[in-house]
């Protein structure tokens, strides 16, 4: 593979120029296959994906992988020394301060060539909120790849794509109303459970059980 | 009266023994009721053991050993199934005609069974011996189409809808080239009655029987019926209207319990029956293979041919895969019947060339460049297919 | 000429049909209940508890350490550690399961367990014919019906049983020779003058005896 | 028929579906659901179908019906736990669905894989290789209408590749056989001689196979010209595996990546010229002869050696904050793992990227204006495993 070649700088600068105005962020992956991947603003995705995809010398022709990511609103907690006037002396004081970083959901591309055999390039469109019906661009119509992966992040992370032919529920049933990979998705509690033989599970279905066959007779 | 000819008519003496014992006026009609019961043991015992051959046979092409559970080497599976069947609950659709529902099945073997009213099952031994027995023939077996329909129409369920679609055009298009197929034969006879056509054959020159197939237009003629036989019969490859893989079950997949079964009954009838024609018209009927084989009794032989076609039969189905709809008609409209017109002319070449080799050539020549040249230019949707090469990347 | 390809293809089936009546490579079947297909000695279906000895319930390798509980991927491992302690197979004092239920309807045959597992006492079973009325209980299966002998597991598996045992018996060798290591220095311990601090002498007294 | 006097199509027009109430040639057209109960759908798939006649005017394909949202059991699962619930996304092709997760996870964490594991996974991904492609042309046959024939010669010498998965991983299809760093069991004495005299004996079968397929004109008239599939929408579709091949893209990941040891291995790549239904066919048959010579030089070459890496335990597995995509060429096409870890002992983010999915976004195309009959058989020929799709 010639991703050692293709170095995630030059591809940055080469869309910054031909995309004028396109807000890039890159994002460094700490992992030893170090693939680094592009954040690309929901306004540009399609023009940089379709630059992405005719470009001389970059031809990422072939869209791979699509997939959501829920980052969900994080607090962290730290203790910082803050240096306080208390009853008029400058004294040091620990104090917890509290940063909520706000969640958002990502939709994840994994582009390669196959005319140029290179790969893969990881672009990244991030929603402003995280709340179900967050909107990012479709990148259907110019990879027809993304169109069924797309419809299973909409499906599963609540993820609006704009521009996408044709958005439905992929896997779950057109009545199911919850995202079930997000993070705050809650198991509802009537399913039709296969009960192991200790759990809450059973439990619970011995419950419906007889609430059912109270509600027969 | 040898003890042969004894053996080969047992059957007429004992009916006529039977029906002696009736008052005069009724001996006609009981003769009758005989002949047709028979008739329908026979024809349904065959059935069954068709079934099972048709079953084992399929195993052993498939590396495996077909049922062999039910009795001694799984002889006695086609009882299971019949009690299987009578057993299982009748399922109607709500919404589907009920009488039509009902109808359809028994009309499809009612009609399968008529067929056989003027086969000749051996020496003397037809049912009828209609002057147009051949025609009747063909008329009642186009009855199985209603039948079909009527499965397909009345089951409303688009699958059965499109099965019975298919049944009807596919029968159809397959009775053109299976009735010229059979002229040919009636043209050289003379004549539309099966037992004259079947006497006509049985005679022998040395070792050699006058057997139609072994005539350039008789092999032509009797590979043509076959395949339209086939076709006529919903068997693979030619089993679109069921085409369980596409259309699940076809025109039958609403049935279920002894009305399916009533369906499977007709369908292996119809087989039989039609192989019973080819071989009336082609393959001699009752007569012995070799002069030399007389002694055998002629429904004997009779039989044997019979099972040797269904085994062709069983033979196909285990090997091709099925055709589309478009090219089943392309190749009934635009091979088969160029094919059964050429083969009528070389008929009638056959019959007023003189006796020798040049008239073996010619009209040999008449039905192989034809076949060459339609084989070639064989239209499957507009193109050619032929086996392809590859190339490889580096 | 049109034809040929299915021509090829029926003299094929009519070869496999004429060749199932010669050779068993064109008569695959096996006739199940009165044919088996020999043994295979990695097969695995659903995990065992191994036992030395005679008595299931004493010579269980299980020490309950619950690791099989925590790795299984669908979680179809129960178990309930017990309160007193038993010497396990290598001799030392160590829990034993009270309770050691695996729902053989829920678990996956993937012996992760078996993995996982340090004391060697989960193997996997190669016993395939299981069949139950009753939906939830049946297929349950408790440690008495889990329980099978060390001798059960040779002959299953013969190769890994026999690593299994040389293994566990250097173990206990080490054990025994580091606790008569163990004996020896309390002896000498207890032969030498009380000069020495009573203290340290007198909390190593009952550790030594708890583990012979 | 007005569309708002008909319930079922103001229910079509619902799912998307816009109805006209005539066809081309003026008739009534019929919406027929294909599925989930169908005996060709290879599982439960459903394709709602409307048709002109027998000519498809639109095809919708539904999934979901076997979705157990493998994904999000994986987040819950530790790393060595999801290994086995790979086995279960393509259950045809166990063993590569091991390496593919197996590689991403090495990909994550940076782990190397001794020598003679590196020859066990070629081994077993080549024989698996075989088996679905064997089988897959048993099932194409069979939705033709084969009554089986083909079908059981393909399970019969799937059976001897099964029975080699049994002696190897101890398990015939739900083989749970590699990890992070290598093989859980090395083979067993005598089993890369038992897997030479099959493979020594898989040519003959593919020879006996085409006598009975290749050449005959039923299948070549239901197959060539049907489904074609130009170069660049298969491209564009990101269409993987031998359906990519058979438009004539030359792209096979054994050779673009080269994972694993497959660099070593100079096989030949496949190309068919039409993108149809034959030359789907045809270029998995031309694998399986590719893969036969990869597992005669691997079983030559393997040497011995440890099968696992000493520095990586399969339990208490946590690799650094990162993420990685690793894939593989499965039999079925590209089949992707993309991870990402927070450091913890489970995955945070588990996404499979299956083959037999993504090769069905191209399935309307390819049936629009052909036969019901041949939906099932360019359905077939796109190989797809009902688990691996609705995941």
Not at chain 1, 111 to 122: C, D, I, N, T, W
Not at chain 4, 51 to 62: N, Q, T
Not at chain 4, 342 to 354: A, E, F, I, S
Request: charge should be negative.
């Amino acid at each position: 593979m010639s991703a050692e070649a293709l170095q995630i700088e030059t591809v940055k600068a080469q869309i910054e120029a031909a995309v004028p105005g396109c807000l890039l962020e890159m994002v460094t992956n700490p992992s030893v296959c170090a693939q680094h991947s592009l954040v690309v603003a929901a306004k540009d995705a399609v023009a940089v994906a379709e630059f992405l995809r005719t470009a001389d010398g970059l031809k990422f022709d072939f869209c791979s992988n699509v997939t959501g990511v829920d980052w969900p609103a994080k607090e962290t907690v730290a203790k910082v020394k803050v240096k306080k006037l208390v009853d008029g002396v400058e004294t040091e004081v620990e104090e917890t301060q509290k940063t909520v970083t706000p969640g958002y959901l990502e939709a994840v591309y994994h582009l390669f060539s196959m005319e140029l055999k290179h790969g893969p390039l990881v672009l990244r469109q991030r929603t402003a909120g995280h709340e179900v019906g967050a909107e990012v661009a479709s990148l259907t119509p110019v990879w027809k790849s993304a169109e069924l992966q797309e419809r299973e992040i909409f499906d599963l992370f609540g993820v609006v794509f704009t521009g996408h032919p044709d958005l439905r529920r992929l896997l779950m049933w057109d009545e199911f109303v919850d995202h079930p990979m997000r993070r705050d998705y809650v198991d509802p509690d009537d399913y039709e459970y296969e009960p192991t033989a200790h759990d809450e599970i059973l439990r619970r279905a011995r419950e419906h059980a007889a609430a059912a066959q109270e509600a027969g007779r | 009266m040898t003890r042969a000819v004894a053996v080969d008519q047992m059957f007429v003496t004992l009916n006529h023994a039977l029906v002696a014992y009736v008052p005069a006026v009724w001996r006609p009609l009981a003769s009758a009721v005989l002949g047709v019961v028979t008739v329908m043991v026979v024809f349904l015992t065959l059935f069954a053991l068709t079934v099972l051959l048709e079953r084992k046979g399929l195993g052993r092409m498939q590396n495996r050993y077909g049922p062999n559970r039910v009795g001694p080497w799984g002889i006695l599976q086609p009882v299971a199934d019949g009690i299987k069947a009578i057993i299982k609950e009748d399922v109607v659709p709500q919404s589907a005609d009920h009488a039509v529902h009902f109808l359809a099945p028994v009309l499809i073997v009612v009609a399968a069974f008529l067929n056989y009213a003027v086969i000749p099952v051996g020496r003397g031994m037809a049912l009828t011996d209609l002057n147009a027995g051949v025609l009747f023939f063909f008329a009642i077996s186009s009855m199985v189409e209603l039948g079909v329909f009527m499965a397909g129409w009345a089951s409303r369920s688009k699958y059965s809808l499109f099965g019975a679609m298919r049944a009807i055009a596919q029968m159809i298009s397959y009775e053109v080239p299976m009735l010229l197929a059979a002229t040919a034969t009636v043209m050289v006879a003379g004549t539309l009655s099966t037992t004259r056509i079947v006497e006509m054959q049985a005679t022998y020159t040395g070792q050699i029987p006058h057997w139609f197939v072994l005539t350039p237009w008789g092999f032509t003629g009797f590979c043509l019926f076959m395949v339209a036989a086939t076709a006529e019969s919903n068997r693979s490859p030619f089993d679109l209207p069921e085409g369980e893989s596409e259309i699940v079950a076809g025109y039958f997949i609403e049935y279920s319990g002894f009305k399916f079964a009533l369906f499977f009954i007709g369908e292996y009838l119809g087989m039989m029956a039609t192989s019973a024609m080819a071989i009336t018209l082609f393959l001699g009927g009752w007569s012995a293979p070799l002069a030399c084989l007389q002694w055998f009794p002629t429904w004997g032989w009779f039989f044997v041919k019979l099972v040797a076609l269904l085994c062709g039969f069983i033979w196909m189905r285990g090997t091709l895969p099925r055709l589309r709809m478009d090219q089943l008609m392309n190749f009934s409209w635009k091979f088969l019947l160029p094919m059964t017109l050429v083969n009528l002319v070389a008929t009638g070449l056959w019959r007023f060339l003189p006796v020798g080799w040049e008239r073996w050539l010619i009209c040999g020549a008449l039905v192989v460049v034809p076949y060459a040249l339609l084989g070639r230019s064989i239209n499957w949707q507009g193109r050619k297919v032929a086996v392809r090469r590859y190339r490889y990347a580096e | 000429m049109l034809g040929r390809g299915i021509v090829e293809g029926m003299l094929e089936t009519a070869r496999n049909f004429l060749g199932s009546y010669v050779s068993r490579e064109r008569l695959t079947t096996v006739q199940y209940p009165e044919e088996r297909l020999a043994h295979i000695e990695n097969a695995r279906s659903f995990p065992f508890l191994v036992y030395d000895g005679a008595d299931w319930q004493a010579g269980m390798r299980c020490v309950s350490c619950q690791i099989c509980e925590k790795e299984c991927p669908p979680k179809c491992i129960y178990i309930e550690k017990s309160v007193d302690k038993k010497p396990d197979a290598v001799g030392r004092p160590q829990n034993y399961p009270k309770v050691f239920n695996i729902d053989v309807s829920v678990c996956m045959s993937c012996q992760i367990c078996v993995e996982v597992c340090p004391f060697d006492a989960i193997k996997m079973d190669v016993e395939y014919e299981l069949g139950a009325h009753d939906r939830f209980g049946g297929l349950l299966l408790d440690k008495q019906r889990l329980s099978k002998s060390n001798e059960y597991y040779h002959r299953i598996h013969p190769t890994e049983a026999a690593a299994v045992d040389a293994a566990l018996a250097e173990e206990r060798a080490k054990m025994q020779a580091k606790q008569q290591a163990a004996a020896a220095a309390a002896a000498a311990k207890a032969a030498a003058p009380v000069a020495a601090t009573p203290s340290a002498a007198i909390p190593s007294a009952p550790a030594t005896e708890g583990k012979a | 028929m007005s569309s708002a006097m008909h319930p079922a199509m103001d229910m079509a027009a619902e799912r998307g579906m816009q109805l006209s109430p005539a066809g081309e040639s003026g008739v009534q057209l019929l919406e027929v659901s294909m599925g989930p109960q169908h005996p060709s759908t290879h599982g439960v798939f459903r394709m709602d179908v409307v048709l002109d006649g027998e000519k498809v005017v639109k095809l919708k394909p539904v999934f979901g019906y076997l979705h157990r949202n493998h994904e999000k059991i994986a987040e819950k699962e530790t790393y060595l736990g999801n290994m086995p619930y790979t086995d279960r996304l393509d259950y045809i092709c166990s063993l590569t669905n091991n390496w593919a997760y197996a590689l991403a996870v090495e990909k994550l964490a940076g782990i190397e894989v001794p020598e003679r594991a590196e020859y066990l996974r070629v081994i077993t991904a080549e024989l698996t290789r075989l088996q679905n492609h064997a089988l897959l042309i048993g099932f194409l046959m069979q939705d033709m209408g084969a009554s089986g024939t083909p079908l059981m010669y393909a399970f019969r010498e799937r059976e001897k590749i099964q029975d080699l998965f049994e002696a190897l991983t101890g398990s015939r299809m739900m083989s749970n056989y590699m990890r992070f760093g290598g093989c859980r069991v090395d083979a067993p004495a005598g089993w890369l001689a038992e897997v030479g005299k099959m493979v020594a004996s898989f040519p003959q079968f593919l020879d006996e196979f085409e006598a009975l397929l290749t050449g005959n004109e039923i299948l070549m008239a239901r197959t060539q010209e049907v489904g074609v599939v130009t170069r660049e929408r298969a491209v564009n579709a990101g269409l993987t595996g031998p359906m990519l091949r058979a438009s004539g893209v030359n792209y096979d990941i054994r050779k673009v990546d080269g994972y694993g040891i497959y660099n070593r291995f100079p096989f030949r790549v496949p190309l068919g010229e039409h993108g149809d239904t034959y030359d789907r066919y045809m270029i998995r048959v031309l694998e399986m002869r590719e893969s036969v010579k990869i597992l005669e030089q691997a079983l030559k070459e393997i040497p011995d050696g440890p099968i696992q890496d000493p520095k990586t335990k399969p339990r208490n597995f946590r690799p650094k904050v990162g993420e990685a995509y690793g894939r593989i060429e499965s039999p079925k096409g590209e089949l992707g793992f993309y991870l990402i870890s927070d450091g913890t002992g489970t995955p945070y983010r588990y996404r499979v990227r299956p083959p037999s999915l993504i090769n069905l976004t191209l399935l309307e195309e390819m049936c629009l204006g052909h036969n019901v009959a041949d939906i099932v058989v360019i359905l077939g020929s796109v190989d797809i495993v009902l688990g691996e799709v609705d995941r």
